[in-house]
């Protein structure tokens, strides 16, 4: 169903360092919520299918987002992302890197591309 987001990011010391347990599913965190935090959702889901079986896995890219008051922290949560992906060999990628207009927040975004073997 939804890929394990939250326990990959949890698993990096640098990544609590930053945000503790700060991390929404659905683009969502609490409006009185401390920063910095991290933001995930669901982009896209393809099952990998076959003609024999039901299929046994899905490919499914999550975009997270990393949010910090300071442009500079915000680039070095954003790493500890990336650091925190690569050492599961899950993809990622750089696909936003904004200021917020309504929360004056900076925001890096990445794309991460994870393939969960789906429970028989």
């Not at 990544?15 to 929404?24: P, S, T």
């Not at 915000?74 to 992302?81: G, H, I, T, Y």
Request: hydrophobic share 40%; aromatic share 8%.
């Amino acid at each position: 169903m939804l890929p394990p987001v939250y326990q990959t990011l949890r698993a990096s010391p640098e990544v609590v360092a930053f945000v503790g347990d700060r991390i929404g599913p659905h683009g969502k965190v609490g409006q009185d919520e401390t920063r910095p935090y991290i933001t995930w959702q669901v982009v896209s889901d393809d099952p990998h299918v076959n003609l024999s079986d039901p299929p046994p896995s899905d490919f499914t890219t999550v975009q997270i987002d990393c949010y910090h008051a300071d442009s500079k922290l915000v680039v070095d949560l954003a790493k500890a992302v990336r650091d925190a992906l690569d050492a599961e060999m899950i993809v990622n990628r750089l696909v936003v890197d904004v200021q917020d207009f309504n929360t004056q927040l900076y925001r890096i975004g990445r794309d991460a591309d994870f393939i969960t073997q789906r429970d028989t």
